[in-house]
């Protein structure tokens, strides 16, 4: 049990610092948030650099501990987060590695690592949010094609993606859980009308998809035909256990920067606006300590990481809300102010306990798959 | 950086964890909670004897020659186990106390709060223990005295707080796992309570408290940080007590009666709590640290 990095570690880590303090200077202007043309351009931007300088693949192809120093030093340094590229980066790439075929590899993921393609995660409908089995989206055979049609809801970043990990019901008849596969859907189809929502922060953060009777070939299917339920728990157990750990960093970054206001306009001054700063501290400080006990667990068993993401994420998510709460009491009635940036990030701190699979369902996950209770 | 537990850690934890199945069954408990027989010297001997008092003491001072991750998990067991006695302050006098590394000397210590525990039974009192008046102790198996006045101004040490805080996690982990076997067998309605949410969710929130304390102690206990010490204490306390109280709901009446070990698992956690010294000053201390970062 250690905390020490090996020599190469340190050596990656150096020289990954000092690469930063090179590169972040030339970044271009953040993008407004709703100029969508932008923040992906932006964000791409941002992974083909990485890519040039030989960090693209840091979240596949390196070690986890590698990952870790990565997620980091270039947080604590400010740099960009993946943005638009999530999902491809964080879990549809992962996922293509993990149970796609050689052709597939090879057709999808040098294009997301040269910061060359958006992919978005079709999964969630209408009828189909918490209860993501029992989807409607149908995909009829059609010689070498599927034929889809339906709708998924809360697409994020529909708007500029190129790709989408789907799911659709390739079988009507079987079980909910067995006739669904996983497809990937170029968005430029014909037949694939996005439709952008407005979310409570003001945003365009995600969108409404409509497919009607969109064609997708055959070989874009990942894994078998009806058994894309089984490669959805891998893309799941991708974006619950290791996307989020870049964040806990930031977090803490915010925290100093909370207890720095507080001292600027006396709130330090109230012990109880101390003690929950304390509380936090705390509390970010063992989520790191989590996500590095998680990543040498992980490094030592190899490959996807298991259910222990949503103990993690349980955590996290409400850890963030408190972090936003107590930044808004700080802040008193600067926290009704839009311009303050903090009010955005509290505004999209809510999402936390919904997106990527609600609270109350990783609740049930950690007592049904982990702690081994009987379904209800 | 391998923050996992080594094959000689794993082999240590269960080790002692055997021991303890062997040696301080629900009757040895039960004896204690009863309070017959005062602290069991031959207990305390034998625990001497299988290193857990002399684990970090330097092997050509008739120790182990461990180190503090090693002395974190086997606390952690004494802490599932509920095992009583002055057990820390007894291994932190080992090497400076005779006869404290073997558990012939049984030592006590004055910790947060004034609090002594088995001050009656212990050969050796580490603090000024001066005045020292016993209370009716909340905890049957934890005897007490308080000396007066002493509760603001003993400030425990980090070794003290952070094993401390590593037997706060071996009972949340042992509440967590009493709560989920009782709500897998317990049926009502027709099915076994953990299949309602509540009961789940309950058992959920357990789990969430405890991996995340453990990990915070066992960090701390490979930079010993007083910082990091102070944030796993705070999350160690959380995990016991709301633990407790968590596993006493799901267990319904039955976790009300003396039979339970529940209660027993609830008040070591507060004896261990305050022991730990003031959570303000923790808090305080994690506070600070985020203004030295503020600059
Ligand atoms: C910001 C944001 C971005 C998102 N991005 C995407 C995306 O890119 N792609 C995508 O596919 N989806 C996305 N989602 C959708 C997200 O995964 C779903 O919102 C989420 O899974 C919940 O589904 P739902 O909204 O239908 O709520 P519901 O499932 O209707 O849940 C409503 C309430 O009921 C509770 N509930 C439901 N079932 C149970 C149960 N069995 N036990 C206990 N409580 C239950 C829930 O916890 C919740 O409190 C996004 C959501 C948000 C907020």
């Known amino acids: ?376 | 950086m391998r923050f996992r537990l080594t094959e000689d850690q794993r082999v240590l934890k269960s080790g002692f964890r055997e021991v303890l199945a062997r040696r301080f069954r629900t009757e040895e408990l039960r004896g204690a909670v009863d309070g017959s027989g005062g602290l069991d010297r031959r207990l305390w001997r034998e625990l001497g004897e299988v290193g857990l008092f002399s684990l970090r003491l330097a092997e050509d001072e008739g120790g182990v020659g461990l180190g503090v991750p090693e002395a974190v998990l086997v606390f952690e067991e004494a802490g599932r186990a509920l095992l009583p006695g002055p057990l820390v302050a007894t291994h932190l006098a080992a090497g400076v106390v005779p006869g404290a590394a073997t558990g012939e000397t049984v030592v006590t210590a004055v910790g947060g709060g004034g609090l002594v525990e088995w001050l009656d039974e212990a050969d050796v009192v580490t603090g000024d223990a001066a005045g020292a008046v016993p209370l009716r102790s909340v905890d049957p198996a934890t005897p007490l005295h308080r000396v007066p006045g002493g509760g603001s101004s003993v400030r425990p040490d980090d070794l003290f707080v952070l094993l401390t805080a590593a037997e706060q996690v071996g009972t949340a982990a042992r509440t967590c796992e009493a709560a989920v076997q009782h709500a897998r067998t317990r049926e009502q309605f027709g099915r076994p309570i953990g299949s309602f949410q509540a009961v789940k969710h309950l058992c959920a929130e357990l789990l969430v408290r405890v991996e995340v304390a453990r990990v915070a102690v066992y960090a701390a206990a490979v930079t010993v940080d007083p910082v990091d010490i102070a944030a796993a204490r705070l999350l160690a306390d959380e995990a016991a007590v709301r633990g407790a109280r968590d596993s006493l709901q799901v267990h319904g009446g039955s976790g009300f009666t003396w039979e339970a070990d529940v209660h027993l698992c609830l008040k070591r956690a507060w004896v261990r709590a305050e022991r730990g010294g003031s959570i303000t000053e923790s808090e305080e201390l994690l506070a600070g640290e985020l203004l030295v970062e503020a600059g």
Not at chain 1, 210 to 219: I, K, Q, Y
Not at chain 1, 254 to 274: K, T
Not at chain 1, 313 to 336: F, H, I, T, W
Not at chain 1, 339 to 350: E, I, P, Q, Y
Request: net charge negative; hydrophobic share 40%.
């Open chain 1, 1 to 376: 049990m250690d905390l020490a990095y090996s020599p190469e570690e340190e050596v990656f880590r150096a020289r990954l610092r000092e690469w930063l303090a090179k590169a972040l200077p030339s970044l271009p202007p953040k993008p407004s948030p709703d100029d969508w043309p932008g923040r992906r351009a932006y964000d791409l931007g941002w992974q083909r650099t990485l890519y040039d300088a030989g960090y693209a693949d840091v979240h596949w192809d390196a070690s986890p501990t590698t990952r870790l120093i990565f997620l980091e030093e270039t947080e604590r340094a400010g740099a960009p987060y993946v943005g638009a590229n999530f999902v491809g980066l964080l879990h549809a790439g992962p996922t293509i590695a993990a149970e796609g075929t050689a052709e597939q590899r090879a057709r999808w993921l040098p294009p997301i690592l040269r910061g060359e393609e958006v992919w978005c995660q079709g999964f969630s409908e209408p009828d189909a949010g918490s209860d993501l089995a029992s989807l409607r989206t149908r995909a009829r055979r059609d010689g070498d094609a599927y034929v889809v049609s339906g709708s998924k809801l809360w697409t994020s970043h529909a708007e500029v993606a190129d790709w989408c990990e789907l799911l659709v019901r390739t079988d009507g008849e079987a079980p909910k859980h067995r006739g669904i596969s996983w497809l990937a859907m170029p968005m430029d189809a014909p037949g694939v009308t996005v439709r952008p929502l407005r979310t409570l922060a003001g945003s365009t953060e995600f969108a409404e998809m409509f497919l009607d009777e969109v064609r997708v070939p055959v070989a874009n299917r990942v894994g078998a035909e009806n058994d894309g339920w089984r490669v959805t728990m891998v893309t799941l157990s991708f974006e619950r256990g290791t996307a989020f750990v870049g964040e806990v960093v930031a977090c803490r970054r915010v925290l100093v920067e909370v207890a720095r206001e507080a001292r600027a306009n006396g709130a330090w001054d109230d012990s109880g606006v101390r003690r929950r700063l304390g509380r936090l501290n705390a509390e970010f400080r063992a989520l790191w300590r989590l996500t590095q006990w998680n990543v040498s667990e992980g490094e030592a068993s190899g490959g996807v990481p298991g259910v222990g993401g949503s103990v993690f994420k349980l955590r996290y998510s409400r850890a963030r809300q408190e972090l936003y709460e107590l930044a808004a009491e700080v802040l008193g009635a600067g926290a009704l102010d839009l311009g303050c940036g903090w009010v955005l990030d509290r505004l999209s701190s809510l999402s936390y306990t919904i997106a990527a699979g609600t609270s109350e369902i990783q609740r049930n996950i950690v007592g049904e798959r982990i702690l081994g209770l009987p379904k209800g």
